[in-house]
Every structure is written in structure tokens, then in C-alpha cells.
């Protein structure tokens, strides 16, 4: 994996479209002082760099039925790959992020659920898995702050 370099004008304009990725490059030029394609070759640059990998919606997870969130630690019984673990857990929509970490825990998936019992359901298919020793489960009361991954600020 390589960095990108970002500029101040490059950071504004992607700040400025994780709060609003529909914002049109003229809207964007007028922001930060640029024309209209002078934007678009910027986005464009960081698009083929690989910094900016796409354009999504935000969903309120409680808005589509999902009442329950949690957080699970899972414990695998022997060294398990982490494609393997991707995989197993790539068949549960429930499963909304999942992630290899360092510690006791060999991976940690983020869940939404319908209601507890569909959490617990969810929860006992992917602890039935074949590599899992066991999993640990916190549920989220709730979330205090989430936000997008955004560039770092450049130095003043």
C-alpha cells in the first residue's frame, strides 16, 4: 500500500466531499477557490491513486429495522488464515465490518441485528463455524460519535 499526497487544496475538497459526496465540481470550485475541472482532475487524481476508492450514501442503520448493534470478538482454535475468516463470515449481512486484530481476539466483526434474538441466532452460526474456539460478545447502548475516515490535516 503507498500514501497519496494530498495538498491543502486536495484535503479541503475531500473534506468537503465526505460530509457531501454529491456536492457538483463547481460547487466544490467554489469552496476552495478553483474552476470546475481543475476539481474534477483533482478527484480524478486521487480516484486513479487510490485515495478517494468511491462514492456511497450513509444509512441509519435504526431507519432500516436494524435495532441491535454488537460487537464480537472471535477466538479461532488453530491459526486460522484471515481469508478464511473473511469468507466465513462474508455469508451474514448482519456481519457490517470484520477485521484481523492484535491481542487474544483473532478477528472482531461488527453486527446489526433486528432484535436480540436475531443476534443471538447470527451469533450461534458463526460461532458453530468449524475454526471457532469461542466468541465474546459487547452490545452498543449508544454509539457516541461516528464519522468518516477523513484525511490528515497538513502541518500549518
Same mark, same amino acid.
Given at each position: 500500500?503507498?500514501?497519496?499526497?494530498?495538498?491543502r487544496?486536495?484535503?479541503? !475538497?475531500?473534506?468537503?466531499?465526505?460530509?457531501?459526496?454529491?456536492?457538483?465540481?463547481?460547487?466544490?470550485?467554489?469552496?476552495?477557490?478553483?474552476?470546475?475541472?481543475?476539481?474534477?482532475?483533482?478527484?480524478?487524481?486521487?480516484?486513479?491513486?487510490?485515495?478517494?476508492?468511491?462514492?456511497?450514501?450513509?444509512?441509519?442503520?435504526?431507519?432500516?429495522?436494524w435495532?441491535v448493534?454488537?460487537?464480537?470478538?472471535?477466538?479461532?482454535?488453530?491459526?486460522? #488464515?484471515?481469508?478464511? !475468516?473473511?469468507?466465513?463470515?462474508?455469508?451474514?449481512?448482519?456481519?457490517?465490518?470484520?477485521?484481523?486484530?492484535?491481542?487474544? #481476539?483473532?478477528?472482531?466483526?461488527?453486527?446489526?441485528?433486528?432484535?436480540?434474538?436475531?443476534?443471538?441466532?447470527?451469533?450461534?452460526? !458463526?460461532? #458453530?463455524?468449524?475454526?471457532?474456539?469461542?466468541?465474546?460478545?459487547?452490545?452498543v447502548?449508544?454509539?457516541?460519535?461516528?464519522?468518516?475516515?477523513?484525511p490528515?490535516?497538513?502541518?500549518?
Open positions: 500500500m503507498w500514501t497519496v499526497h494530498l495538498d487544496l486536495d484535503e479541503n !475538497i475531500v473534506a468537503l466531499l465526505v460530509v457531501d459526496a454529491r456536492r457538483s465540481y463547481a460547487d466544490l470550485g467554489s469552496e476552495v477557490g478553483l474552476s470546475a475541472s481543475a476539481v474534477k482532475r483533482r478527484v480524478d487524481r486521487l480516484r486513479s491513486g487510490g485515495a478517494i476508492t468511491g462514492f456511497t450514501v450513509r444509512l441509519d442503520p435504526g431507519a432500516l429495522g435495532s448493534e454488537g460487537y464480537v470478538e472471535l477466538y479461532c482454535r488453530m491459526s486460522t #488464515a484471515p481469508e478464511t !475468516i473473511r469468507a466465513a463470515v462474508d455469508r451474514f449481512p448482519e456481519v457490517v465490518e470484520a477485521s484481523t486484530v492484535s491481542g487474544e #481476539a483473532d478477528a472482531v466483526l461488527r453486527i446489526l441485528a433486528a432484535d436480540m434474538r436475531h443476534f443471538e441466532q447470527v451469533l450461534e452460526q !458463526i460461532g #458453530a463455524q468449524p475454526f471457532v474456539a469461542r466468541t465474546k460478545s459487547v452490545l447502548l449508544s454509539p457516541l460519535l461516528r464519522r468518516p475516515a477523513a490528515h490535516p497538513s502541518p500549518p
